[in-house]
């Protein structure tokens, strides 16, 4: 069983065509990088795949669960990662945390157990005392990471979440969600930069609403045009 197979999804917004006919099945435990430049229908895929934008056309399933005819079961299964922070900014990392885990109905020393866990995998321990409002951006963004993880989910969805970072910030997060891709997690990582993307990564390139190539980075660089 894959992690997250779309079939034949499609979605217009009115009569714009934004995705087409778009079916791949992600490797499970792999990092995936969805590849497109701006306006190739990312978003519209990201909010069909967190169910915030429904269609009739096609078939969405996450861990054998058909995202239609299970939401709850197929949407638990999911740690999503948006482009706009959604962080309170008075609130400590640790009671982000909690917060997150709370409403996964997670409680208690297991949600205590959960956040030493997440945030130490993010490598960020030392900072659950603070205060969001006195991280920096990729500090910021490492602490949504280890949020989308507390319930434990089998796919990690990240849209473009390295916008607006520095270098150091980007290079930081791109290696730290590799490892968790190690640890079994499936992640699928939306990004307009090629050099997000290792050679030992997969690539499914989205073009104009349409799947050109699902194919391992290193086979798309070998440019056989
Ligand atoms: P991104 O490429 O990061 O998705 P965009 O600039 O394409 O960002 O879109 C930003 C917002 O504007 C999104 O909510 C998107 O749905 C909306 N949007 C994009 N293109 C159009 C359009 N042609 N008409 C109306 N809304 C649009
Ligand atoms: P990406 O995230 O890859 O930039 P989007 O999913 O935002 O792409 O957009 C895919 C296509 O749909 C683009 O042509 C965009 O302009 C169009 N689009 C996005 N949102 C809207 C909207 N609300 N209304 C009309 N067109 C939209």
Do not use: C
């Not at 490892?179 to 997000?196: K, M």
Request: charged letters at 25%.
């Amino acid at each position: 069983m894959t992690a997250l197979e779309v079939t034949d999804l499609g979605y217009s917004y009115g009569a714009k065509r934004a995705l087409d006919g778009v079916s791949f099945a992600l490797r499970p435990g792999r990092f995936t990088a969805l590849l497109g430049p701006n306006g190739a229908g990312k978003s519209t895929l990201f909010a069909l795949l967190t169910r915030l934008f429904v269609t009739r056309e096609g078939r969405i399933s996450v861990a054998g669960h058909d995202i239609a005819k299970e939401p709850r079961a197929a949407l638990s299964k999911i740690g999503v990662v948006f482009q706009q922070p959604t962080l309170d900014l008075d609130m400590t990392v640790a009671m982000n945390m909690r917060y997150f885990a709370a409403l996964h109905g997670i409680g208690g020393r297991e949600a205590a157990r959960r956040t030493e866990r997440a945030l130490a995998q993010l490598d960020m321990a030392e900072r659950a005392g603070e205060k969001i409002r006195s991280l920096n951006g990729g500090h910021r963004r490492r602490m949504e990471i280890a949020r989308a993880l507390i319930h434990d989910p089998e796919v990690l969805l990240l849209d473009e979440p390295t916008v607006g970072l520095d270098f150091k910030s980007r290079q930081a997060i791109v290696a730290h969600v590799h490892e968790l891709a190690q640890t079994g997690l499936t992640v699928f990582w939306a990004t307009h930069l090629v050099d997000e993307i290792g050679d030992g990564d997969d690539v499914v390139v989205l073009h104009r609403g349409e799947v050109l190539a699902h194919e391992p980075a290193a086979d798309l660089r070998g440019g056989r045009s």
